[in-house]
């Protein structure tokens, strides 16, 4: 094998249960996503989820690399907890909350499935939306009741948005 080519173990489509023991250097991985909660559906080997965090770096030889955990690996549950359009913030706690033992679910992805997934490590490459040029909305609700259904009680609001 050429030295700068490596041995690429083949990717599974579906999900699979990893699970890493956290040593000296930690459980040896970096986690990238989103940071608000919920988001669009996207195909991933041929399903759909909703947003997923993912591996975004592997220590070479760490805990992580050794239970078999890929750079690009997108995380479904972290200690059986599903993480599905989840903040980043969600993930790192919930990884942080148990102790010496993290168990995950990921998704392996190709490196092209990843670029897709992903367009840029570059931050000025994602399409952000600006809202500063927005306007608010006056919105009001002005009335409501309650309706009782099969034993269950709702609310309804008219809501009504600039006046209409």
Known sequence: T???????KPITAGPR???????????????????SEGGQLRS???????PLQHVSAVLDGGAAEKAGIRKGDRI???NRVSVEGATHKQVVDLI??????LTLTVISVTPQEAERL???EDQSSYNYIDYTD?????????DYHYIDKAG?????????MAGR
């Open 118 to 120: 992903e367009p840029s």
């Open 76 to 78: 479904l549950e972290v």
């Open 17 to 35: 249960v990893v699970t890493i023991y956290k040593t000296e250097t930690g459980f040896g991985f970096n986690v990238r996503g989103q940071v």
């Open 134 to 142: 927005k306007r608010s909305l006056p919105i009001s609700v002005p």
């Open 152 to 160: 269950d009680r709702y609310a309804v609001f008219n809501i009504y």
């Open 44 to 50: 991933i080997n041929g399903e759909l989820y909703a």
């Open 2 to 8: 050429p030295p700068n080519e490596q041995i690429i």
């Open 96 to 101: 942080k909350s148990g102790g010496d033992v």
